[in-house]
């Protein structure tokens, strides 16, 4: 049976806690829970008692009431806690001295979804970093990869580093918060006392509807595992002014705007190989965000085969198809993104400025991913170092 590391953590207690002195803060949000869906701050309140000091969340709020990008949360007292909830993703990303003062002890509980542009991977690089400086020691309640295992997509190169990807890693990098955590430690050079309590009963390439384990949105639009499966493709609409399906019941499943047309962008998706899925022609009328109340013209991606499904490659095949086909209507979001005010976001969420010229230009995106073939070699190997899981 599959536990998770919160419920591992709160079984083997007595190693973590000591003689009773340690304080205690923790990092999760609304989708943190047991198999039982008893959020985690509650549980570890139950087994900590006064030693639970405080609580931080990640983008979105603790409740990932927040929509989209920059819309910050403020920091608040939690109602069922009593304690103070700092938010990391408003005045501050990375946690103040101040903030650390009320804690010996930082622990990490967060639901990720396997892609290098989800946030919660920098808050907690950022988390590690504050505990390095200041002295405290960080515990990852380790959960699966609801993707799992598998690696796809270009390396990010040094200057497209953000708060969408701080370090040279695949889009899907097929690893878990622990294992991330691990490498940044080590190979990045963090250099924190961190500890990973890990998931028991979990197999690399087990997905989250395998798992048995309640899904809970991690953020407001992210409502189901496939969604997370689409995800490390169809993110990168963020960049462009075209929908990326929030505002809809199908967020990143659905993808269009009014210019598009089904037949020419279907002919042009042909020129690609593209294994496991289907784009299947819809129209649809976002109730919020980009083309709210107007008609978009696109498709919703079906997963017909979750092995072979490449959703780099997908994604990059529909972009590309979409900036060739409508060269006068196609057009990138501009700055600012996620906190970065001068570097164009598309660059960002690509991960290479390079990559984004290069489709443009026309390249195929076989020949692409061919070209970044032996990066990705070379994270698989250091990739390998940190692995936990089979």
């Not at 919160?6 to 999760?28: K, M, P, V, W, Y």
């Not at 639901?111 to 946030?119: A, E």
């Not at 295992?149 to 878990?176: K, Q």
């Not at 500890?195 to 028991?200: G, H, L, T």
Request: aromatic share 10%; charged share 20%; glycine share 8%.
């Amino acid at each position: 049976m599959l536990r998770i590391g919160l419920e591992n953590f709160l079984q083997d207690s007595a190693q973590h806690i000591g003689s009773g002195t340690l304080r205690f803060g923790c990092l999760s949000n609304h989708a943190c829970t047991d198999r039982n869906l008893i959020q985690s701050r509650i549980l570890l309140r139950e087994k900590l008692g006064g030693q639970l000091t405080c609580l931080f969340s990640p983008q979105h709020g603790f409740f990932a009431e927040k929509q989209d990008n920059m819309i910050e949360s403020a920091h608040h007292n939690d109602e069922v806690t009593g304690l103070p909830l700092f938010s990391l993703y408003g005045e501050h990303r990375k946690p103040t001295p101040e903030m650390f003062a009320r804690l010996d002890v930082l622990l990490i509980d967060l639901v990720d979804v396997g892609t290098r542009v989800y946030t919660f991977m920098s808050t907690m690089a950022y988390c590690m970093m504050a505990a390095a400086e200041c002295g405290k020691k960080v515990i990852i309640l380790d959960r699966p990869n609801p993707i799992g295992g598998a690696v796809e997509g270009n390396v990010l190169r040094p200057d497209c580093a953000s708060f969408v990807g701080l370090y040279p890693i695949p889009m899907r990098h097929g690893m878990t918060l622990g294992e991330l955590a691990l490498m940044m430690n080590d190979t990045f050079g963090i250099g924190c006392d961190l500890e990973v309590v890990p998931v028991r009963g979990w197999q690399r390439e087990m997905l989250a509807r395998e798992s048995g384990f309640p899904w809970i949105a991690p953020s407001p639009n992210m409502p189901t595992p496939e969604t997370a499966l689409v995800y490390p493709g169809q993110v990168i609409w963020e960049g462009t002014l075209d929908s990326e399906g929030r505002g809809t019941t199908m967020p990143f499943e659905f993808v269009g705007a009014p210019y598009w047309q089904h037949q020419p962008i279907l002919a042009k998706l042909r020129e690609t190989e593209l294994p496991g899925c289907i784009f299947r022609p819809i129209a649809f009328e976002p109730t919020s965000g980009k083309h709210a109340g107007e008609n978009c013209i696109g498709f919703q991606i079906h997963v017909t085969d979750i092995r072979t499904f490449r959703p780099w490659r997908s994604s990059l095949a529909l972009l590309q198809a979409v900036m060739l086909l409508y060269p006068d209507k196609f057009t990138y979001k501009q700055p600012p993104y996620e906190y970065e005010f001068k570097r164009l976001p598309m660059d960002l969420i690509l991960g290479d400025r390079q990559l984004r010229e290069r489709l443009e230009e026309g390249v195929p995106v076989m020949e692409l991913e061919a070209g970044w073939s032996g990066e990705l070699d070379t994270f698989m190997a250091l990739r390998e170092q940190y692995l936990l899981y089979k």
